[in-house]
């Protein structure tokens, strides 16, 4: 191993070392700093995601990727697996409570003193994120992936939504772990 490679080795164990003692010790600064990474990212794959379906639905309304998986493209106005769809202010009355739900997810994200906590919060956050920014730019939620067996489809969802489900199913696995712990 030459000289170089060795003292960058050393130089990124180094960072490690001093941004996971920084998050393990409580730096509410880094906490919240990985919270609005996450939900970057999470925001940015969902984003893009679905701006490339949109370019591969330009002529075509299905892509068959396996038996079992097909890209569909799919405009939400409900919620979450089309509930309350095709209502005439379906729209705004979601936009007016998913705003101020993203600003709890938020709030309480900042709150989080466990790292898989504040991962899974960025998740929920960044999910949220991106599928508002569809409702203000499309009026809509844009889903594409569709998983079927057979004839039975489970509703047409996106990257957001898979990764606010992954959130929640975390947080509530953590939460429910930590509390079945204090009790032992």
Known sequence: MSSGSLFSRCVLQ?????????????????RRVLVILG??????????????CASMFENITEVKLLPILNFVKVHNTGMSFGLFA?????????????????LVVLFLSFREKRLVACVA????????????????????VRDFIDFHFLDLHWPVFN????????????????????????IN
């Open 14 to 30: 180094s960072v490690v070392c001093v941004l996971r003692r920084k998050l393990f010790e409580g730096s509410v600064f880094f």
């Open 39 to 52: 939900a970057c990212c999470v925001t940015s794959l969902d984003l893009y995601t679905k701006r490339l």
């Open 86 to 102: 095709g209502y005439q202010f379906s729209n705004l009355f979601f936009l007016l409570i998913n705003v101020p739900a993203v």
């Open 121 to 140: 919060w960025s998740f929920i956050l960044g999910g949220a994120v991106a599928n508002v920014t569809d409702r203000v730019r499309f009026g809509a």
């Open 159 to 182: 990257v957001a939504d898979a990764a606010i489900f992954l959130g929640v199913v975390f947080v509530l696995f953590h939460s429910t772990s930590e509390k079945v712990g204090s």
